[in-house]
């Protein structure tokens, strides 16, 4: 497995983990989860433009 699988999968998973679901994150709304949204989409025009 390729490492830009590898942290394209990590970023999925910090993107989900990322959504406000716990009482004491609820009030940070979408910020945390919006950034990591965009990072991921980066990488993945990145990876698919054959940058990484």
């Given at each position: 497995?390729?490492?830009t699988t590898i942290v394209i999968i990590i970023l999925v998973l910090v993107l989900i983990g990322?959504?406000?679901a716990w009482p004491h994150s609820r009030s940070w709304?979408?910020?945390p989860s919006g950034i990591l949204g965009v990072v991921l989409v980066?990488?993945?025009?990145l990876v698919l433009m054959g940058r990484i």
């Open positions: 497995m390729p490492i990322a959504v406000p709304g979408y910020g980066v990488v993945l025009i």
